[in-house]
């Protein structure tokens, strides 16, 4: 899948300028590209008919910020040595990460229209052996964490400056492997590691806090030695903030509220949403609410 040259470039120039800027500044702009990012995803599901749409929705704004607006990245050399490191553990919603990687120009975004068609790179789950861009296989839910603490070990052991962005669910911390990962990171001290963290505070099927409760959320991360910052995961000046570099020599841990279904009034806060597919006139209710 060969990088789209005229948008790769685009994306490197506003990238850059972001963030350069004032995060309310950057903020404006990073609302724009939100938009048109959830009207791909809406797209591309509505053509599959199949996919994670609550959750793509919730988690569009952080990968947004991230990488416009935290990340050195350039979509043209997808394994560039220097780059930033981003990994989505929350795999099922590949959509989002998709449709994020084809608005930076990683590839063209005529291919978000093979979004789960047979054969296609673009499967329910990022693929790095397919997709450029995508840092590891996810969707087993609980690998991300772990996958992220080693890259900042190999950045560490290797003397390199770049940064790892993982982003979670919140559901997906009922699973072991991150808690291990997050004492592991603590530990080594790895302050170029952080961990973005998608509380809708939905999971498939329930409540995370019916299924199995999180809270006191930030302390747990606390008691584990993370730097945390607990923010409106829909405001971007505000997750801008959070991502910045770590202010206490340690990993950090970025609780973003969001909501699931975010900016399609039928969808959010629904835990339906998790795997359902709109019907078409749903889906045009929900591009004509997206607009604005």
Known sequence: MPADPERSQRYGELSARLRASDADVAAVELRRISREVRRSIVRMIDRARMGHIGGDLSVTDILVTCFWGALSLDPQRPTWRERDRFILSKGHCAAALYSTLAHCGFFRQEELETFMAPMSALNGHPNKLKVPGVETNTGALGHGLPVATGCAIAARLTGATWRTVVVLGDGEMQE??????????????????????????????????????????????????????????????????????????????????TIK???????????????KVPTHDQVDQALAELVG
């Open 261 to 275: 279904g975010k900016g399609v009034s039928f969808m959010e806060d629904r835990v339906e949403w998790h795997h």
């Open 176 to 257: 072991g492997s991150n808690w291990e990962a997050a004492m592991t990171a603590s530990h080594h001290g790895l302050s170029s590691l952080t961990a973005v963290i998608d509380r809708n505070r939905l999971q498939q099927g329930a409540r995370t806090e019916d299924t199995k409760r999180l809270e006191p959320f930030a302390d747990k991360w606390r008691s584990f030695g993370w730097e945390v910052r607990d923010v409106d995961g829909h405001d971007h000046a505000a997750l801008l903030r959070a991502l910045g570099p770590s202010s206490a020599g340690q990993p950090v841990a970025v609780i973003a509220n």
